[in-house]
T-cell receptor
Framework: AQSVTQLGSHVSVSEGALVLLRCNYS??????LFWYVQYPNQGLQLLLK??????LVKGINGFEAEFKKSETSFHLTKPSAHMSDAAEYFC???????????????FGKGTLLTVNP | DSGVTQTPKHLITATGQRVTLRCSPR?????VYWYQQSLDQGLQFLIQ???????AKGNILERFSAQQFPDLHSELNLSSLELGDSALYFC?????????FGSGTRLTVV
């Protein structure tokens, strides 16, 4: 079974500061990894995903994440936080199903990002 | 608009009742996944349908059931509702290895 651990249920940064949200995964097969963002009272929006190839993945809104197999990590970063980045962020790993090309997601517990002016 | 449509957006019902949540996937997506988001359990995978057939089950209670119709929309049926079933229910659709989530149905059981 796959699992995801997000270190820190709440991260607070100042506007303009570096954002670092940590994610570690457990998987017995090569993983597909995702970061989603959820704004209040909204659904989940995909920020970025790692499937194969380049380990540094760039996403929307200036976010990026690096897949480090040796550390089983997929941390999310953004060089300079904006007030609009305040939201909850979820890391997820996909789990191979029994046949077909579609996969369910296993999510971490989420990290609430607060951006202070 | 993600292209995945969920109705209703909000639902308030009493304990013991039965409700149906509806999801229309993005055009061309054959898979529909249902997830439950609650404060204590986080985001939990419930069930997946692929082109009308159940493909995988997760932490879905026996009181819950789902189906996917020939037009690919899906319904999640929740019966004998309990207070603890209050949660956000999301569906997502996918083709290949990309997922798109709907905006969810917030269920409140009183």
């Amino acid at each position: 079974a796959q699992s995801v651990t997000q270190l820190g249920s709440h991260v607070s940064v100042s506007e303009g500061a570096l954002v670092l949200l940590r994610c570690n995964y457990s998987s017995s097969v090569p993983p597909y990894l995702f970061w989603y963002v959820q704004y209040p009272n909204q659904g989940l929006q995909l920020l970025l995903k790692y499937t194969t190839g380049a380990t540094l993945v760039k996403g929307i809104n200036g976010f990026e994440a690096e897949f480090k197999k040796s550390e089983t990590s997929f941390h999310l970063t953004k060089p300079s936080a904006h007030m609009s980045d305040a939201a909850e962020y979820f890391c997820a790993v996909s789990d191979r199903l029994g046949g077909g090309s579609n996969y369910k997601l296993t999510f971490g517990k989420g990290t609430l990002l607060t951006v202070n002016p | 608009d993600s292209g995945v449509t969920q109705t209703p957006k909000h639902l308030i019902t009493a304990t013991g009742q039965r409700v149906t949540l509806r999801c229309s996937p993005r055009s061309g997506d054959l898979s529909v996944y249902w997830y439950q988001q609650s404060l204590d359990q986080g985001l939990q995978f419930l069930i997946q349908y692929y082109n009308g057939e159940e493909r995988a089950k997760g932490n879905i209670l026996e009181r819950f059931s789902a189906q996917q119709f020939p037009d690919l929309h899906s319904e999640l049926n929740l019966s004998s509702l309990e207070l603890g079933d209050s949660a956000l229910y999301f569906c997502a659709s996918s083709v290949g290895n990309g997922y798109t989530f709907g905006s969810g149905t917030r269920l409140t059981v009183v």
